[in-house]
């Protein structure tokens, strides 16, 4: 079985500072790895992944993620906040495992919310 | 580019109505997902489908039914709905590849009274 842990609800950084949303996953076999961020009334918009290759995977908007697979980890990142940034962001989760179905598995999400 | 709409919007329903969301995406994807959106709980797959005239149940698919009669379109129906489906529904698509990502709608909101 896959699952996805964001254990933090809420993030709060005060604009122009490093923020960082963090991740942690279960899977059976290899990870596929995404972010996604919700505005609101707004349906979910594609951020980054990672499938296989360098830890490091940079996407939209100047975020970034990492993926530590010792620590089962994929936290996002962004070296300098802005107050646009503001919203809820998702991580979602795919086993490459072949016996499991093409679903995504999403945490639960986190309202990041960054201050002027 | 529309990319995947869905209609209606918004809709509130009294309980034992029946009612079907519409979704269509005019990127060729095979894959497309019905998701429920509730505080708290991330999203959840109500059902999927990988290509046309194929479905199948994702995480919580009770009480409720889907058709994909067309590539571009994904139907989700609520036979008789509870207030237990008061929620936000997405739809997103997708190519087959592994690693595409899922692209989605903004959302059904669908009250139960």
């Known amino acids: 079985a896959q699952s996805v842990a964001q254990p933090e609800d809420q993030v709060n950084v005060a604009e122009g500072n490093p923020l960082t949303v963090k991740c942690t996953y279960s899977v059976s076999g290899n990870p596929y790895l995404f972010w996604y961020v919700q505005y609101p009334n707004r349906g979910l918009q594609f951020l980054l992944k990672y499938i296989t290759g360098d830890n490091l995977v940079k996407g939209s908007y100047g975020f970034e993620a990492e993926f530590n697979k010792s620590q089962t980890s994929f936290h996002l990142k962004k070296p300098s906040a802005l107050v646009s940034d503001s919203a809820l962001y998702f991580c979602?989760?795919?086993?490459?495992?072949?016996?499991?179905?093409?679903?995504?598995?999403f945490g639960s999400g986190t309202q990041l919310t960054v201050l002027p | 580019n529309a990319g995947v709409t869905q209609t209606p919007k918004f809709r509130v329903l009294k309980t034992g109505q029946s009612m079907t969301l519409l979704c269509a995406q005019d990127m060729n994807h095979e894959y497309m997902y019905w998701y429920r959106q509730d505080p708290g709980m991330g999203l959840r797959l109500i059902h999927y489908?990988?290509?046309?005239?194929?479905?199948a149940k994702g995480e919580v698919p009770d009480g409720y039914n889907v058709s994909r009669l067309k590539k571009q379109n994904f139907l989700l129906g609520l036979e008789s709905a509870a207030p237990s489906q008061t929620s936000v529904y997405f739809c997103a698509s997708s190519y087959p590849e592994v690693g595409q990502p899922q692209h989605f709608g903004d959302g059904t909101r669908l009250s139960i009274l």
């Open positions: 979602a989760v795919r086993d490459s495992w072949a016996g499991s179905a093409r679903q995504l598995t």
């Open positions: 489908s990988v290509g046309e005239g194929t479905t």
